[in-house]
């Protein structure tokens, strides 16, 4: 089995099924509901696609420090702050009829624009938990690789992209080089913010110069590879569509229909 030299090797248990499908159905199947989302205004759907996506991360992707963070801390506290801060922008006219929860002089917080922000937080805090589940067991690459092989987006396309993944961390590593050689050199030295300034300022021109410099060895790298020279490539790592991911996007499908029709307005519910 050929060893991917662009993405790091996931190792995890069989039922951590995310990290086995293709980037595509994990992209595909929560789109429709990330869409739909957007039009809903009640509090009981945004939070049920919120449940399952956090349902499917919990099972599908390896529990973390990181996921821990993002779903018990990060994700919570950012819906709690966003609902709070569009409760009060919501126009008072439209809420005065409700329960007053909190006066301050003649400014007033009504329980319906509560609600209100409150519901507006869940659908955020729903559609990034529901994009959590590619951007969490997806690599760069295999995303590109998928696109070009599924999609049939040109390679041209696709390999630049996959190439311009990696300056990303090109550049934090030769922004730590800079940084250590400045140190020891003792350049720059000092503390407060004009001090900073003179040392990220330090930074710019060598990084620049070492960003040149890469970018010419890349393209260099790619013309002796021929590359554009042909309307086709071969690929050395293959991205499958499976069976797994036909049946992964279905079931989530049903799952997004069901919630939809249950508990969505328009639904029996």
């Known amino acids: ?3 991917d030299p662009y993405a790091d090797a996931v190792t995890a248990a069989p039922v951590r099924f995310l990290y086995r499908l293709n980037p595509l159905a ?6 429709p509901a990330m869409v739909l989302l957007v039009f809903v205004r009640d509090l009981a759907t945004p939070l049920a696609f919120l449940l399952l996506a956090y349902a499917v991360l919990l099972i599908g992707v390896s529990f ?4 821990a963070l993002v779903l018990l801390l990060a994700l919570p506290l950012g819906a709690a702050a966003i609902g709070f801060g569009f409760s009060l922008w919501t126009d008072p006219a439209h809420v005065d009829q409700s ?6 002089g003649s400014w007033t ?3 319906g624009a509560l609600v209100v922000g409150l519901a507006t937080g869940l659908r955020i805090a729903a559609i990034v938990a529901l994009a959590l589940i590619a951007g969490l067991s997806t690599t760069g690459p295999d995303l590109v690789r998928s696109t070009v092989q599924q ?6 396309i696709g390999y630049t992209a ?4 990696r300056f990303v961390p090109r550049f934090g590593h030769e922004l730590e080089v800079i940084r250590q050689a400045h140190r020891v050199r003792g350049a720059h030295g000092g503390r407060g913010p004009f001090a900073a300034i003179a040392r990220w300022s330090g930074y710019i021109v060598p990084l620049l110069a070492g960003a040149i410099r890469h970018a010419e060895r890349v393209a260099l790298a790619m013309d002796a590879r021929a590359f554009g020279a042909h309307p086709d490539r071969t690929e050395r790592h293959v991205v499958p569509f499976r069976a797994r991911d036909v049946v992964f996007i279905a079931l ?3 799952a997004s229909a069901a919630i939809f029709w249950v508990l969505f307005p328009w639904g029996l519910g």
């Open 109 to 111: 917080l009504y329980g």
């Open 26 to 31: 994990k992209l595909l199947a929560p789109v």
């Open 252 to 254: 989530f499908l049903a």
């Open 99 to 104: 329960v007053v929860v909190w006066q301050i």
């Open 64 to 67: 973390t420090r990181r996921l």
């Open 151 to 156: 999609l049939r987006v040109p390679y041209r």
């Open 162 to 165: 996959l190439a311009a993944f």
């Open 1 to 3: 089995m050929a060893v």
